[in-house]
């Protein structure tokens, strides 16, 4: 069975930095193309990055040059680096496996963002 875990969420100050952390069980990441996704209150999910298995990655616009996907093979951990961070990046995350049926989501980690 996949299980997907987020952490790393939490209340930061506009401009700061967090690093989320999608704990992959069940399958190894390496072999899948897994994402981030987010929802702000009253809106529709929507995907932040995205990373292939053969690790193209990819950023929505609102994030690019502020966040990075990343992972750690040993570990099967997928990583969301986020930096400079705005009160519009305020959302729970979601880790998922792309492509996956069932939809594969974890719980959401939220992080707000505010002074």
């Known amino acids: 069975q996949v299980q997907l875990v987020e952490s790393g969420g939490g209340l930061v100050q506009p401009g700061g930095s967090l690093r989320l952390s999608c704990a992959v069980s069940g399958i190894s990441f390496t072999t899948k193309s897994m994402a981030w996704y987010r929802q702000a209150p009253g809106k529709e999910r929507e995907l932040v990055a995205y990373?292939?298995?053969?690790?193209?990655?990819n950023y929505a616009d609102s994030v690019k040059g502020r966040f990075t996907i990343s992972g750690d093979n040993n570990k099967n951990i997928v990583y969301l680096q986020m930096n400079s961070l705005k009160p519009e990046d305020t959302a729970v995350y979601y880790c998922?496996?792309?492509?996956?049926?069932?939809?594969?989501w974890g719980q959401g980690t939220q992080v707000t963002v505010s002074s």
């Open positions: 998922h496996v792309e492509a996956s049926y069932p939809p594969i």
């Open positions: 990373i292939s298995s053969g690790w193209i990655k």
